[in-house]
């Protein structure tokens, strides 16, 4: 008695059978499927949980692959929209530098502004773990500057500019520092956002908005502001400007003569800093293909040992709808069926959990200067479910051969 399977509950109605609008309109072959898919809860689970995780790291992968893409367009495409910049001394004459630019064939248009690069943190302090590396830009011209550099609010996601009274932070700095934008002064727990731009003395700055900006920690604010906060007049150090000409060589001797002509500190080509940064990117891309060719690999796996276990523990029931005579064909779509519904069950709580997996990934990839978004595009979640999909049909037809030799003779075998 103890070597005999135990007996095979009392049958019960399914869900389905509950809702008869439903149930009268399904075939009878979708009726035994309903019945097995629900039947066997232990099996159901399991199906939906594996394939669930492998759709759930495919898309993870593209997701990574759509968020690294939207730094790229967004930081150098949609935000920065200038090839050259440059940092003046003591000694440039901007004045000749603009009337130089503006009788030049080689620039489109070019702007001065203010930039110093230096600590901030919430504190007050020069040092402790509050203290981040920042940029501190200031413009004289909102709305000049605005067609260089496009701002954007993190929230509402519509263009802004920079405020007359007040500053815009990058969402990566207010994440890091806590800091969300009140009425007038950005709060993080009564204290305020303590800027450094060329000694250790620290100046209060209030916050008027978060901005997206996916590489570097900066501050935006107009030059009026700027004497308010620091004291003294913003010096205009620093200028920004679009060529004519697309060429790298020509940009750059282009930078060379007016590095010479008007001993400027350094020069910085935005192609240049566009490349570098992709080269590092490039590095995520091959981490992303692996994980999305491993997890396909791994929704085969799960499937195909799954299947095999499904057809092992039912084989005298599959022998036995071969001797009340389905053909071959009838017979696979007895198994397949199942398979496919749960394949697709699978896929879709798979989706959800690939949205919350991304996020963490995200998260846990994040540098100092640079920030990725949760970005999935909507074409990566019908791919995910597509390569799921797809190995599970090539599941199937690897399973083909084995239906067809199960033997009907297994029916008439008794347990003893």
């Keep these: 008695m103890l070597l005999r399977p135990k007996s095979p509950k009392n049958g019960k ?28 809860k232990k099996r159901f689970f399991m199906t939906v949980i594996g394939i669930a995780g492998c759709t759930a790291l495919i898309l993870a992968g593209f997701g990574i692959k759509n968020s690294v893409a939207t730094v790229m367009v ?74 260089f550099v496009t701002l954007t609010d993190h929230k509402k996601g519509n263009k802004i500019k920079i405020p007359d009274d007040g500053a815009l932070i990058s969402y990566k700095m207010a994440k890091d520092f806590d800091i969300s934008v009140g009425v007038r002064a950005c709060v993080r727990r009564g204290h305020s956002l303590y800027v450094s731009i060329s000694d250790d003395k620290y100046y ?43 060429d790298m060589d020509r940009q750059q001797q282009f930078g060379s003569d007016i590095m010479k002509k008007f001993n400027m500190e350094s020069i ?17 891309n091959i981490i992303t293909v692996v994980l999305i060719v491993s997890a396909a690999l791994l929704a085969f796996v799960v499937l195909y040992n799954l299947i095999n276990v499904n057809i092992s523990e039912r084989i005298r029931e599959i022998a036995t709808i071969k001797v009340l005579g389905f053909y071959d064909n009838e017979v696979e779509m007895y198994v397949y069926r199942e398979n496919i519904v749960l394949s697709i069950i ?14 963490y990934i995200m998260n846990v990839i994040e540098m100092d200067d640079v920030i990725f978004p949760h970005k999935i595009f909507w074409y990566s979640y019908f791919i995910s479910v597509a390569i799921t999909i797809i190995f599970g049909l090539m599941v199937n037809l690897a399973m083909k051969k084995r239906l067809k030799r199960i033997p009907m003779v297994e029916s008439l075998k008794s347990v003893e």
């Design 13 to 40: 109605k399914v869900i389905l059978e509950r809702i008869g609008f439903i149930w009268k309109r399904m075939s009878f072959t979708g009726k035994v499927t309903a019945r097995n898919i629900l039947r066997y």
């Design 74 to 147: 967004g930081q150098y495409e949609d935000i920065l929209a200038y090839d050259i910049s440059g940092m003046f001394t003591d000694r440039s004459d901007k004045d000749a530098f603009k009337k130089e630019c503006d009788s030049s064939d080689m620039v489109e248009n070019v702007y001065i502004d203010t930039q110093y690069g230096g600590p901030a943190n919430i504190d007050g302090a020069s040092s402790g773990s509050s203290n981040k590396n920042i940029t501190l830009v200031s413009v004289d011209d909102a709305d000049k500057y605005a067609e």
């Design 204 to 246: 209060e700055v209030e916050v008027s908005g978060i901005i997206d900006m996916y590489v570097g920690q900066y501050v935006f604010m107009q030059d009026d502001y700027y004497e308010k906060c620091f004291g003294e007049t913003a010096p205009r150090n620093s200028f920004i400007a679009n060529l004519t000409s697309t």
């Design 268 to 284: 910085s080509y935005f192609s240049g800093i566009k490349d570098n940064f992709g080269d590092l990117i490039a590095s995520l």
């Design 346 to 359: 699978g896929s879709l709580v798979g989706l959800v959990l690939g949205v919350f997996l991304h996020r």
